[in-house]
């Protein structure tokens, strides 16, 4: 086996670094604060943006690092005061999630009984969703019973709210379905 002189450089320089490593470990040195300063260093330009764990009804508390509009790491945020910034395998691998590259990226639809998928532009998509409740809530929207009671309500939609989502957005959920005349309202983290 031919060992050219930058293989043994290499070799020399990872099995010198190794003992060093191994005797400042052996002797009682702690690297943490040598961890925690090269992380700062990863993230010292990134702007931080709170959000919330998507996985569950707990809502853990996430720091979301980005650069140039682009994530660069996501972690716990130690200002929660119940995950006080661990996360669980599922919350810590949401970088994966987002960074991951079969992630779906387009809006994809199929046709009533169309075989294959069709790629729709996102403002298309809206168009559609909002035209199907608008001619839902038409349809079915009943202004009065059969005794003449006003009851304004559209019993034909029906409105199921995510565990993670945050106060402010249950608000104006509430209130869309509300003024559509949406009876059946749910939230996950409730069921």
Sequence with gaps: MDISRRDFLRLATTAGSGTALSGLIASGVSLAPVTARAQQLRIRTAKA??????????GCALLVHTTEGKIV??????RSPFSEGTLCPKGAATFQLHVNPNRPMQVLHRAPGAADWEVWDIER?????????????????IEKTAEGKLVNCCTSIFSLGGATLDNEWNHLQQKLMRGLGVVPIENQARI
Excluded: H, Q, Y
């Design 49 to 58: 943006t709170p959000s919330v764990c998507p996985f569950c009804s707990v």
């Design 73 to 78: 790491n996501i972690e716990g945020d130690v």
């Design 125 to 141: 998509a809206m168009d559609r969703v909002a035209e199907l409740v608008k001619k839902t809530r038409d349809e079915t929207f």
